[in-house]
């Protein structure tokens, strides 16, 4: 069994090597233009910020096959992330959604899509404060691993003592529980379509759906269309979020697939009959004089042929003025030929965890006829350089684990092993020394405290030990992984019913967050472009 995936997964690899290396695009002249100086009394209307690809993690208790060392070298570069990561990175979510007016997330808001990974992630968003939010799904949003409908044995011991999510209940879900809310009426998951009569829907104009009911969930989709705000008297635009995971037959990966593959992660799918809501939801979009942003998971590229056509047919007919999307992790812009030999520009929004973790802000200007798209992009590490003042985040040296820590920024690159154990074992040693620091930085404290309106860093040096580090040091001395992460889980548990300091929780989530991502990314910590400062001799202690 496990030699027969390995082969299925080494060879789609491999194909889509082959593919990439043997493809030749020209670099067409674009018919854009970027603007760095807007025209005085130009019209803005928005922001909606956009946020993406945060794959809350189940952290669970039994180890299954995508958890290993060969997975993650030749299929996924974040097949295993780093622990701190898995830990704190719904601190930079939660970040990044806090505030007023519209949020949308453009897919990828769980990664094993097991159900108390779309619980946490849902509570996370309804905790930001804002006005409305919105989702659209991801390829890891209703499918394991981000590609398959099954092995259903492994969704379940990945997902345990979870359960899974398919694509259907996540848009069931979603629908009962919170679009509901902004329509004010209960949505039937088997009417298929709603619109706003009363002009007070919390942004939402309208939604369809088909949602499946037995195993051909994967056939599910959810096309949504957004209000961008604006002032009295300004032009009209909409947001529309396509779904682009959506598929006509079960996706997966193996040898008898063309290319070797058929997977949510690996193509974007909108199908047809979604695609013909788009279809006349633009024209009457047209009809009223609105602009129209599309936006969707997958990038353009990675579409299909059939939604590639349709929306390079809108953005000809002129009907959408671009299309934005996630799932890269690494945001980016692609420049893009229309049938008709229009180039137009698609901006990619990076992920929210993974390095450089960033979220956007999208508005549209107008100006004597002349109409503008800005994605401004936030990078997250913004949170920590007082561009956030009332935040009080500011990293201390002794929280940073170094090379000899038993809780540094583990990668697991290094095992070609199809077996998941030994990778398990580093994962949760690592884990559970994070955890370790995290209670010594962040004490126990006698009362609980409230989260006040403006945070100042706490610079308080850690703790020696704590009440759990002689606990710890003796789980990890047994090398036993059944201990070692039942220790972590009990822990974590743990960690939700404790008093501790908000702000400095905050603070320290943060900071372990960005550096996990940033070891992740590139396997040490060292400046790039436009980091001109770099910090020397930073060692605990001079080397003899």
């Known amino acids: 069994m496990v030699g027969r995936i390995e082969r299925q997964l080494a060879a789609a690899v491999l194909a889509a090597v082959l593919s990439a290396a043997c493809g030749s695009h020209p670099v067409p002249r674009p018919d854009y233009r970027p603007v760095t100086t807007m025209p005085p009394h130009t019209t803005w209307i928005g922001p909606i910020t956009l946020i993406g690809d945060d794959q809350k993690f189940h952290i669970g208790n039994q180890a299954f096959l995508f958890r290993s060392g060969f997975v993650d070298r030749t299929f996924s570069n974040s097949a295993v992330r780093v622990p701190q990561q898995d830990l704190f990175g719904d601190s930079l979510l939660g970040l990044a959604a806090m505030g007023r007016g519209i949020a949308v997330h453009l897919g990828d808001a769980m990664d094993l899509s097991c159900a108390d990974e779309w619980r946490d992630f849902s509570r996370i968003m309804n905790a930001s404060g804002r006005d409305a939010w919105f989702w659209t799904p991801g390829n890891h949003d209703g499918y394991f691993f981000g590609n398959f409908v099954g092995p259903l044995d492994q969704w379940r011991a990945a997902c345990h003592p ?221 949170f920590t350089t007082g561009a956030r003042p009332d935040l009080g985040i500011e990293c201390m040296d002794e929280w940073l684990a170094r090379r000899t820590d038993d809780d540094y920024y583990t990668r697991y690159m290094e095992t070609r092993s199809a077996d998941p154990r030994p990778v398990e074992v580093r994962y949760y040693s690592t884990m559970l020394a994070a955890l370790a620091r995290y209670w010594r930085c962040v004490p126990t404290i006698p009362a609980p405290r409230a989260m006040p309106d403006q945070c100042i860093p706490n610079l308080a040096a850690c703790d020696r030990s704590s009440t759990v580090q002689a606990d710890v040091d003796a789980t990890l001395a047994t090398h036993d992984l059944d201990k070692i992460r039942g220790k972590a889980l009990e822990l974590l548990a743990l960690d939700h019913q404790r008093n501790v300091e908000p702000c400095r929780r905050r603070q320290y989530r943060v900071c372990q967050s960005l550096w996990a991502a940033e070891y992740e990314k590139r396997e040490y910590i060292t400046p790039v472009r436009g980091e001109e400062v770099f910090q020397i001799h930073t060692a605990r202690a001079p080397i003899p």
């Open 162 to 382: 979870s359960q899974p999510i398919t694509k259907a209940a996540a848009l069931q879900a979603y629908l009962l529980e919170h679009l509901a809310g902004y329509a004010g009426v209960q949505l039937d998951p088997a009417r298929g379509s709603w619109s706003c009569s009363t002009g007070r829907c919390k942004g939402l104009l309208r939604a369809a759906w088909q949602i499946g009911t037995g195993t051909d969930y994967y056939r599910s989709y959810l096309i949504q269309e957004i209000d961008v705000p604006r002032p009295d008297g300004a032009p009209a635009a909409s947001v529309i979020l396509i779904d682009t995971s959506t598929y006509e037959r079960s996706p997966r990966i193996a040898a008898s697939e063309p290319n070797f593959h058929y997977a949510a992660g690996e193509e974007g799918c909108s199908g047809p009959d979604q695609l013909a809501v788009l279809d006349a939801w633009t024209a009457r979009a047209a009809g009223e004089g609105r602009t129209v942003v599309l936006a969707g998971h997958h990038a353009f590229n990675d579409l299909d042929d059939d939604t590639r056509r349709a929306i390079d047919g809108l953005i000809t007919k002129r009907r959408v003025a671009t299309y934005i999307s996630a799932h890269t992790h690494w945001g980016q812009y692609f420049t893009h030929t229309a049938s008709d030999g229009y180039q137009w520009l698609e901006p990619n929004l990076g992920s929210i965890i993974d390095y450089d973790s960033e979220f956007g802000t999208l508005s549209l200007g107008f100006h004597e006829g002349k109409t503008y798209v800005r994605m401004a992009r936030t990078s997250t590490s913004s």
